[in-house]
T-cell receptor, first 111, second 116 residues
């Protein structure tokens, strides 16, 4: 049984560019959450998708947007990248419960 | 708003010694509490969780944690440290399941170092 997968593993972008990160949830899971983990910090909640709709959102600007597809996979989009967006982006999936399973993350570097 | 405080950004113990990682939380509703471990360049792995019921929770790799409502604490312990326990540990709180999973609020993390 495949766990949560994320792509790409690493990404380097230039300030001002746009980026799309992808996540496939654990088999059978219907909820996807995204977190940003800056270096040396704990993960910060960005938003959560359920039934293809954003259900919760953390304290992140509108430059951060997402999407969930009918197969429950999800994308995180970040526009107008800033140097401060450099971080590990984690995707977590769950099935209508409190236990979230995390993927390995995508390391984004903005130069 | 919920919050988590992990006391000690770095903890160092000898192999075979007791591991104690401290976590205090703030929540306006009965919390769900979690401990996650993160190895270098990897995602988060769930060690254990408290939802309801027994306040002493056992997890993987010999770790356990006790929910103490009066102290708003959820400290993580392991009787005997192993070299493979060296990692970053995160305590997290959520408001419970409700309609699907609720967001997790994480502490800043504690880096555990094991000395041979």
């Amino acid at each position: 049984d495949a766990g949560v997968t994320q792509s790409p593993t690493h990404l380097i972008k230039t300030r001002g560019q746009q980026v799309t990160l992808r996540c496939s949830p654990k088999s059978g899971h219907d909820t996807v959450s995204w977190y940003q983990q800056a270096l040396g910090q704990g993960p910060q909640f960005i938003f959560q998708y359920y039934e293809e709709e954003e259900r919760q959102r953390g304290n992140f600007p509108d430059r951060f947007s997402g999407h969930q597809f009918p197969n429950y996979s999800s994308e995180l989009n970040v526009n107008a990248l800033l140097l401060g967006d450099s971080a590990l982006y984690l995707c977590a999936s769950s099935l209508s419960g409190a236990e979230q399973y995390f993927g390995p993350g995508t390391r984004l570097t903005v130069t | 708003a919920q919050s988590v405080t992990q006391l000690g950004s770095h903890v160092s113990v000898s192999e075979g010694a007791l591991v104690l990682l401290r976590c205090n939380y703030s929540s306006s509703v009965p919390p769900y509490l979690f401990w996650y471990v993160q190895y270098p360049n990897q995602g988060l792995q769930l060690l254990l969780k408290y939802t309801t019921g027994a306040t002493l929770v056992k997890g993987i790799n010999g770790f356990e944690a006790e929910f103490k409502k009066s102290e708003t604490s959820f400290h993580l312990t392991k009787p005997s440290a192993h070299m493979s326990d060296a990692a970053e540990y995160f305590c997290a709180v959520s408001e419970g399941s409700g309609q699907g999973a609720q967001k997790l609020v994480f502490g800043q993390g504690t880096r555990l170092t094991i000395n041979p």
